[in-house]
């Protein structure tokens, strides 16, 4: 009798232990997106510089690399549905809107030189359904 209580008292100790932990690193995770799309949302909400938009840009793709987000053959990154970043820059002079990593290719000198004292804005803001994690930007040069 003494043997199966230890036994099962043992058992429920153990799986409150391992729920404790999986909660635990649950809320750790849920603290980390919102500490990374806060991040993030401090640069959408007020126009920003050519240069603070470079380093978004930047940001955004080190997150990337860290998250191991795949490229594709022309060198963007592939959306994935947990942790992938995609900024997009829509200049007063073009139709369509420039990802960064083409802005990246062809230089932060020549970006910077160009659009340091620029003004833009945010316009769009999507997230991933799955992590609630932010997955896309769009700004619009001013």
Do not use: P, W
Request: proline share 0%; charged share 25%.
């Amino acid at each position: 009798m003494k043997k199966t209580f230890l036994i099962l008292c043992g058992s429920i100790i153990i799986l409150v232990l391992i729920f404790s932990y999986l909660y635990y690193n649950y809320q750790v995770g849920i603290a980390q997106v919102q500490k990374n799309n806060q991040e993030y949302e401090s640069y959408t909400t007020n126009q920003i510089l050519g240069s603070s938009l470079m380093t978004l840009m930047n940001k955004a793709s080190n997150d990337n690399e860290q998250n191991q987000v795949e490229k594709d053959e022309e060198g963007l990154y592939i959306e994935n549905d947990t942790n992938s970043i995609k900024i997009d820059v829509k200049f007063l002079e073009a139709d369509k809107a420039v990802s960064m990593e083409k802005i990246q290719s062809l230089g932060e000198d020549m970006f910077l030189k160009n659009y340091r004292s620029m003004s833009f804005s945010c316009t769009q803001k999507e997230y991933h359904e799955k992590t609630n994690q932010i997955k896309y930007l769009l700004f619009e040069q001013v």
